[in-house]
């Protein structure tokens, strides 16, 4: 059964505006485990409206997804190098999405982040939105000793030429959704069934990879939710995890 969302001082407490104590915007940091593609799309959908009514604050979304690809606005069909059958033999399911970008994977052991943001908070275009969170994997990587870097005319963080995290986002009243998606712990195989980001050949790497052992997820997300706050200065009130 579909789970059905509503924002309110029942199920989420914690996001409804609080007194301002400091003069950094609050931030809710929502820890959901591994939570399927469509929800979590309508849970940003439901909180990107309330946020918009300044009904909550701004939300970080900390989350992993069962493994799916996603389209993006200006992604292609035939960037799906597998047949349909071959996706579903694999349990990987596809959905259509409306943030920017492409085509991408996601898959257990990636970690996602999905703010929830008002950019007038920061006073921010959305290219430096872009800038910025791709300075937060950055920061996060660079934590972790990994050297990475973006590459002109490119969006994303890549390791020597090859991508580590990708960004797809959307902007509604000024308003951000969806995120970032940053390669830890996760198998690779899938991103061999597309065109990532529609390039051609893309590799992709990951954590583990370039750092030759399995790192704590958990740990990457207090260095993801560090960084943030940080790269967009806030006051983190609570972190919660629902376990869905």
């Not at 003069?23 to 809710?28: G, H, M, Q, S, V």
């Not at 712990?185 to 597309?194: G, H, M, R």
Request: proline share 6%; hydrophobic share 40%; net charge positive.
């Amino acid at each position: 059964m579909d789970r059905i969302w509503t924002i309110s001082p029942q199920l989420f407490p914690c996001l409804y505006p609080v007194a301002k104590t400091t003069i950094k915007p609050p931030l809710w940091v929502i820890k959901l485990n591994n939570l399927d593609y469509e929800t979590t799309w309508k849970l940003q959908n439901m909180l990107q409206h309330a946020r918009l009514q300044g009904r909550i604050d701004n939300v970080l979304l900390i989350l992993q997804h069962p493994p799916v690809i996603t389209l993006g606005r200006k992604a292609k069909e035939e960037d799906i190098l597998a047949e349909i059958e071959e996706l579903e033999k694999r349990g990987i399911k596809v959905f259509i999405t409306d943030r920017g970008g492409k085509v991408t994977y996601h898959g257990p052991g990636q970690l996602i982040g999905y703010p929830i943001l008002s950019l007038s908070d920061y006073n921010l275009s959305v290219g430096e939105y872009i800038r910025q969170l791709e300075e937060v994997i950055l920061f996060t990587l660079k934590d972790l000793d990994i050297e990475a870097k973006r590459i002109p005319g490119q969006i994303g963080v890549w390791v020597g030429k090859k991508k580590i995290a990708s960004l797809g986002i959307k902007v509604r009243g000024g308003v951000t959704s969806h995120g970032f998606a940053l390669n830890v712990n996760n198998d690779l195989t899938p991103f061999l069934l597309i065109n990532p980001c529609g390039i051609k050949g893309l590799e992709v790497t990951s954590i583990r990879i370039l750092l030759k052992k399995e790192i704590e997820l958990k740990e990457v997300e207090e260095l993801i939710i560090k960084n943030f706050c940080q790269v967009f200065p806030a006051e983190p009130k609570r972190t919660l995890n629902f376990g869905l």
